[in-house]
């Protein structure tokens, strides 16, 4: 947080590598009426013995 008490979006940067790493995507939708929302998505891979 910076001196007013603000977050300075470490958090979301680390959030947005770990995803992006994993070939995964982050949005983020944002209104007044109805705040924010982040959406995350990952890649789903099969478990074992799970065919095709």
Not at 14 to 40: D, K, L
């Amino acid at each position: 947080m910076d001196r007013a008490g603000r977050s300075v979006g470490l958090g979301l940067y680390i959030v947005r590598s770990i995803v992006e790493a994993h070939g995964g995507r982050i949005m983020v939708q944002s209104t007044a009426e109805e705040g924010t929302t982040f959406t995350v998505r990952l890649v789903r891979l099969p478990g074992p013995g799970v065919r095709d």
